[in-house]
């Protein structure tokens, strides 16, 4: 099956750093996604984003879909950005919706 | 509903027991999903529902895990004999269509002991 694999694994910043979050992918896909884990384990999505660059406030996430890559930035970080971060893909349409995860990107920002 | 509600948010229970685990999600989302999370661990797909179907179980790990959405509404998660490997933070998310804004829930986090 496709994998989903996300670097680094771990990272640390000091508040109002800037950071590159990576997510490898084995397979062409219909979707993908970034989502944020708060330390109290909570979900939210952040980007949709199969192919191109969008932009929202001080994320940004750019996919390469024809080089199996998507990339997260984050601008000027702070403490509440801490968490996890996620890629994760969906192989296509109909009743293929099942989204395969990364192992994510554990995100500590320091004041 | 405002958001995905997930009930009980902890639940303990003893080796053998039967456990349900229920999910209330965004009024008129038609596809509802859940996940299981392991610590350290991506969430990993369990059942997929498109209103009152479960239109892929593929990720159901063994015949001891059931889920059900009677009314295409409130989806309960059954697991029967529990097993201490069961023990994991148990995800609803809900989507319009499945297609786009995925909306998860606080989870449950489930303990066998």
């Known amino acids: 099956g496709i994998q989903v694999e996300q670097s680094p694994p771990d990272l640390i910043l000091q508040e109002g750093a800037n950071s590159t979050l990576r997510c490898n992918f084995s397979?062409?896909?219909?979707?993908l996604q970034w989502f944020h884990q708060n330390p109290w384990g909570q979900l939210i999505n952040l980007f949709y984003i199969p192919s191109g660059t969008k932009q929202n406030g001080r994320l940004s996430a750019t996919t390469v879909a024809t080089e199996r890559y998507s990339l997260l930035y984050i601008s000027s970080s702070q403490t509440t950005d801490s968490g996890v971060y996620f890629c994760?893909?969906?192989?296509?349409?109909?009743?293929?919706?099942?989204?395969?995860w990364g192992l994510g990107t554990s995100l500590a920002v320091n004041p | 509903g405002a958001g995905v509600s997930q009930t009980p948010s902890n639940k303990v229970t003893e080796k053998g027991k039967y456990v349900e685990l229920r999910c209330d999600p965004i009024?008129?989302?038609?596809?509802l999903y859940w996940y299981r999370q392991s610590l350290g661990q991506g969430p990993e797909f369990l059942i997929y529902?498109?209103?009152?179907?479960?239109?892929?179980d593929s990720g159901l790990p063994n015949d001891r895990f059931f889920a059900v959405r009677p009314e295409g509404s409130v989806s309960t998660l059954k697991i029967q004999r529990t097993e201490r490997g069961d023990s994991a933070v148990y995800l609803c998310a809900s989507s319009p269509d499945g297609t786009y804004g995925y909306t998860f829930g606080s989870g449950t986090r489930l303990t066998v002991v």
């Open positions: 009024s008129g989302h038609t596809a």
């Open positions: 397979d062409s896909v219909n979707n």
């Open positions: 994760a893909v969906d192989l296509g349409a109909g009743n293929n919706r099942k989204l395969i």
């Open positions: 529902f498109q209103g009152t179907g479960a239109a892929d």
